[in-house]
């Protein structure tokens, strides 16, 4: 797979953390499946996964007060 930033052939399947600030919170899912590049660092995640960090996100903004930490295993 390519690097859309840098152009090297280099993305390799990783786990990373996400962040999301939210209306009333702070979001961080930890261990999210993603491509990352060895070059740059830059981080792509495909359509399933994007798909799965919205409906977490949904999720913890209607039970979050301020920062949410989860894990993306046990919550998708």
């Not at 797979?1 to 919170?25: G, H």
């Amino acid at each position: 797979m390519r690097c859309l930033v840098c152009k090297a052939d280099s993305m390799i399947e990783s786990k990373c953390t996400y962040f999301a600030q939210l209306d009333n919170c702070y979001v961080i899912i930890e261990n999210v499946p993603c491509y990352k590049c060895n070059q740059c660092g830059e981080v792509v995640y495909t359509a399933s996964v994007i798909e799965k960090i919205e409906g977490i996100l949904d999720k913890a903004q209607n039970i979050a007060s301020k920062i949410f930490i989860m894990d993306y295993t046990n919550a998708a």
